[in-house]
């Protein structure tokens, strides 16, 4: 895990790493000996992406159920 990924960034600076490394692989920008870290590292903020909008969910669900049992 990069220092990146190790400190708490938010879900849009996840995406838009995402979208960067991809227009690079996308466009052949990535030399070869980066790749794999480069994929290893998108499975890593896509998983850091996909745990913030699972905890969001739940979030927003416990506050729905709030405002509808009061």
């Known amino acids: 895990m990069t ?3 190790k400190k708490t960034i938010s879900y849009k600076e996840a995406v838009t790493e ?3 490394i991809l ?3 996308e466009n052949e920008e ?3 000996d980066e790749l794999s ?3 290893k590292h998108v499975s890593t ?3 850091l992406c996909k745990k ?3 905890d969001t969910e739940v979030e927003v669900e416990k506050i729905l ?3 509808h049992t009061d």
Do not use: G, P, R
Request: aromatic content about 4%; glycine content about 0%; overall charge negative.
């Open 52 to 54: 913030k909008l699972h």
């Open 45 to 47: 903020l896509i998983a």
């Open 23 to 25: 227009y690079k692989i």
């Open 65 to 67: 159920n709030d405002i």
């Open 3 to 5: 220092d990146m990924t």
């Open 37 to 39: 870290s480069k994929v």
């Open 18 to 20: 995402i979208e960067e």
């Open 30 to 32: 990535l030399d070869i």
